[in-house]
């Protein structure tokens, strides 16, 4: 790709979530962050003093003398990540996009609008065929497309192959790690050597959100199966572990389900878009994998791997999902999500 | 109690179980620990010097000078408590009531034997009925009673109200104390920062212990319900956490079963039992509790801690359920099993 | 102690450290808390529902409905323990004893303060000798006495008995849990398997205060040694542990130094104080203790423990030292001096 | 470099260190494994099945078909990095140094032999001028050349810009990760959420390895300083960090040191060593770090990085150190003791 870069913009750029789009695209071969929007108190600073850096992976030069901007619609480039929380993802994410840019959103604000698609590349890429009417019906000039929350993106992710032998029901419980939650979030004494059972919200979207990816129209005949979520939150740095009974109506074989999810493919894994995982999802033959600290990483962060696929004896089949919760469940999600529509000619 | 207390031994008592025992024991107002077993390695030692005491209270000053047997049936007094792990359980316990001996036992040998006990005193304290035949069938003087499972306990323990609304189906996942692998056990390469979704023959027993310890003629017919388990291993020390949906065929109201749940008791409730927690069940109003490590510790180690009763779309309830796994979960569990016995002659 | 308990308030009590103080005094022989002050926000309503308990031992029934009171002066009893955070500590405490109320301080406002006794009763009793001019100088009649920080408190007692063989330099390196920083206090995502190698303001307190509390003349006179403190965070919950090198003048042997720690006593264990540890100082003999999840709780979390005393090839001696940070390090300490005042007739 | 690169053989092949030697040379630009050595017991097993993988990088294609050999010397290529356990190195490093081989080796076991360099090529490089009298008095054709323990080559790297000014006394507290230990190695219930203040042997090699490292005559004239280590395992999966105060003859101001730490450089960087990194030491900023969770990986994991240098009221100046103890503190320094031999003409 001889071509010059897209210049890109994050809303949102200091917190924890801006910062994994900004890390993520220090070497993207499409796209070039040329733009940084943030709270009216970081306006006008550089991004090194504005940004209290938390990564591993130290800031990159190319954003460090970078002014920061207010979050002011129109200004900056067409193409904007959104890491805003949802207090402030609520209005402003329409706001740039009725002032005519493609908001790539990780906030929870517009997931469940009918008209918004709830993306996942390598699951409901037709979802896309919404903007058409996103536009006609809202009078945006630009989009607004979203991914799902963290725990969804592998709770569904894992589905998608079964749709294979249509599912019926879904019991899922998570353990779900700490950088889920931001920064400050869960303060050590909550848990350290501790689980806490509840994840304010957390069951509520994957029981729904889950069933509008899965489904057709874009996402408005939801698909027609019922999830159940327990949600808890574990002393975990990075990783959403998950177990997950399935009621599959087609009672398939396990090597069947094994066949289907091995060889799952979307079309990011067709068109291979620059950070699409291949495989999509990762089955692991080793009776105590997946585990968040050896496997999240799989695919460079961007792959879901299952295990210990085996008979449930109260629904049909069970097994064990993970998926990395800050890359494929957050920044990693909208920019695979854009390299999609680049690809589809949507940018 | 002004009568004199009961000698006891300990079998496998320089273990981390062994040491369990002796301590709860230490300050018991019923029994009095008096003889110790282990390996032959230990044998003549003093305690003190044959066993690496890990817990943080205190070894009691009564058995550091006790002199270490080896575990020769016949020999020591009637009640014996068993440590022992499975591989030495499978054939001494049985030359222990050979003997003449009681055996209580937190091994997972006999368990499923229908002619041995799998007992929960405030869950099927009628089970001690198999005793009688138990004796004539296997023509021992002595006997063996077993208890659960550390997660089974739980899980078991919780499930026992609900049996007034008929239970059908349960699926549990569960969040497991690194404790319940005994010493050295889990290495901490494996478990830091890191979830293990396996734990070997642990949904096995859970499937199968629950329903005989619910189930009816001293567990001969199981419970006809059908579980299945997902087991998983979190850096947590003490108390295991699950997660529980389950379907309740006469459809009670939530407050129906917080209401059975709170007032639930058995026999260690009614006969004031030296351990018996009370209530047994504690259940929490708070939306992120219980937690391992705020609640495992409930009425001394001994009081099973429930929350977050909702209802599940998929199966009828889902909550959570909480224990401590090396006090209810093990030594405590055979304790209160011989207070049972005790208070009903049977010793 | 058949007498009347005498009244006694918390200042600050719907924090942390605050419920540290309702649960500690919560069954003492000699005080009753009948009085709760809080900031305005939560005047009038019952500590219940005031107060986010996050303490593992549940709330006491007794101050379950008390009502909490603004933090006037005046009001309430005469002995108050403050568990105010400093920026509140500044002035309120100057002010409650300006109006006759006996402040036992936890916070570190007045702790270097000339006239104001830095109290540990084994190590500097006699430093109460300060309130006297403490109250003709300020004008109060009533009077604050503080105790230390929580790694100060550590390092101070474990440094007394050596005054003995005259202690010329210290060089300690802690490793603090993260109960020290209160709640919410350290963000999991910054200590979760990680070390973080600076606590602010920490060096400074350990490097002066322990000189106060060592020193004469009611601590006027620091004692003459240096101290230099490297201070770290590690992801332990209770118990703060730290390395000590100290060169002592009169190069005593290691069992000379080891029987003046295991005989050291103070004023509290003379007077058999309610919550007195008795030993004060815990010498083990274990190559690998003290640990602060075994051993942070000797003493009922009052005792300070010691081990490896060995030679450092560098200054004359080296040993680890370990306490209870939130109760030997705040609410405990300041529940013994009052218990010291007491006996000395000085309530 | 478009010659063939060089194969190497790994002894201890299967075990942590040994899976660090193959993971790291997975894409060395020099070397290639093509040879594995490991007990008897896998002896001709695959190296995929002889192998429990541990690490959270894939096992390499390159060996996972590699069949695994005995580790009898005279076989296999010439080079041999050896990951053996100390009982093991004992005899047979010097077995293959007599057959011809040269030895890389990570063991203990030589490192102090007054003919053995103890090598970290940014600070004595020109102790491989023993390998010519290490040939003559031993008899070896080949030779052995080894690196230091994991805390050590922390410690006497950061020290090694500070013989500039001459160094007198060093004390040292550590805060060491569980990997250092290997596998199974710390059990899970002694370290989750506690601290161990002991690790055996570790002290007395800090003590006296550092001062071999940086002594003259290729280590024979130790560095005439005195070092005093305390050493603590601490719940982190990878990352050593220490606290160092040192007192210097020469007293330099802050500014002097952190010049000399900053542009510290060796022959590594001189050379452009495929692994060295560059700078050898990074010196932070920030107020709170190195920290082992965010910087134990600077350089690729072969960096050293410092923080918080200041005055040391006792000696005279003090630091934090940190390094990744099983890259640069065990496979990755051999690796880079082999690199330097190649430049050096001494493969």
């Not at 938390?54 to 920061?68: C, G």
Request: net charge neutral.
């Amino acid at each position: 790709m001889a071509e010059r870069k897209i210049g890109v913009g994050i809303l949102g750029a200091t917190g924890m979530v801006g910062q994994q789009f900004i890390s993520r695209l220090a070497r993207h071969p499409w796209f070039e962050v040329t733009w940084l929007g943030a709270s009216e108190r970081s306006e006008g600073k550089t991004y090194e003093s504005a940004a209290p850096w938390r990564l591993s992976a130290p800031m990159p030069e190319a954003v460090r003398r970078l002014s920061v901007n207010a979050c002011v619609p129109g200004g900056g480039p067409k193409v904007m990540f959104s890491a805003l929380d949802a207090a402030a993802a609520d209005t402003l994410e329409a706001q740039f996009a009725a002032a005519g840019h493609i908001v790539l959103s990780n906030a929870r604000s517009h997931r469940m609008d009918p008209l918004v698609p709830l993306l996942i590349p390598e699951v409901n890429a037709e979802h896309l065929c919404l903007l058409g009417e996103q536009r006609k019906s809202k009078g945006w000039p630009g989009a607004i497309v979203t991914n799902p929350n963290c725990s969804t993106i592998v709770l569904a992710s894992a589905l998608a192959p079964l749709r294979l032998f249509t599912i019926r029901t879904v019991i899922v419980s998570t353990m779900q790690a700490v950088s889920g939650a931001g920064y400050p979030g869960v303060p050590s004494l909550d848990i350290l050597g501790n689980v806490v059972p509840f994840i304010g919200g957390e069951e509520e979207k994957m029981e729904t959100e889950t069933l509008k990816i899965l489904g057709s129209n874009g996402g408005r005949v939801p698909y027609p199966a019922v999830v159940s979520a327990h949600t808890n939150r574990v002393p975990v740095i990075d990783g959403h572990t998950m177990t997950v009974s399935v009621a599959l109506d087609s009672k398939p074989g396990i090597d069947d389900i094994l066949e289907a999810m091995r060889t799952f493919r979307g079309r990011p894994q067709e068109l291979g878009l620059p950070t699409a995982p291949d495989p999509a999802i990762v089955v692991m033959n080793e009776s105590n994998r997946p585990q968040p600290r050896l496997d999240a990483l799989l695919g460079d962060g961007m792959a879901i791997s299952v295990g210990r696929l085996r008979a449930c004896p109260v629904l049909t089949h069970k097994f064990v999902a993970l998926g990395h919760n800050t890359i494929r469940g957050a920044a990693g999600a909208s920019i695979l999500n854009a390299e999609l529509m680049k690809a589809d000619g949507l940018l």
